[in-house]
């Protein structure tokens, strides 16, 4: 895996789109820069991977407990009432898996969070305030980036 993490780059629209957080041992973590939804992306950092089956089986377990641990650490710290986890890949082909924490009082609520309402940047201190509430919770397994 080191070799492929050594030659992984961020797809360009996601890096758009999002804020980095940190990385895990197979996946970066992003955060959509949609203040709507405490909405997550993993990443596996692994050059070239479009679908979960190119994974290795080493790999793709470790994919399948980042968004286990992940889904569980973000419903505790922003009390969800659902987690969404779905990994479609149709407009970034990179392997991505979106992990979305919602609340049935939020925008698109019941409906998916896909376009159902124009994102709304977060302010730099909201992001810090989510940095730091991830912090408390990920003291492990996440080497956040500054």
């Not at 820069?33 to 950092?45: A, E, G, K, T």
């Amino acid at each position: 895996m080191t070799d492929e993490i050594a030659a992984f780059s961020l797809a360009q629209q996601l890096a758009n789109d999002t804020v980095a957080i940190g990385d895990f041992p197979l996946c970066r973590l992003l955060l959509m820069n949609d203040s709507h939804y405490p909405w997550f992306i993993l990443v596996p950092r692994i050059a070239g991977v479009e679908e979960v089956y190119q994974l290795t089986e080493e790999d793709q377990r470790q994919l399948m407990w980042e968004m286990a641990y992940v889904s569980e650490k973000l419903k505790d710290i922003f009390s969800a009432d659902k987690m969404n986890v779905a990994a479609l890949g149709n407009m970034v082909r990179q392997l991505h898996v979106h992990v979305v924490v919602r609340h049935e009082r939020d925008a698109a609520w019941p409906a998916p969070v896909w376009g159902k309402v124009p994102a709304t940047a977060y302010t730099a201190e909201a992001i810090e305030d989510i940095r730091a509430k991830l912090a408390v919770v990920f003291t492990t397994w996440l080497k956040f980036i500054d």
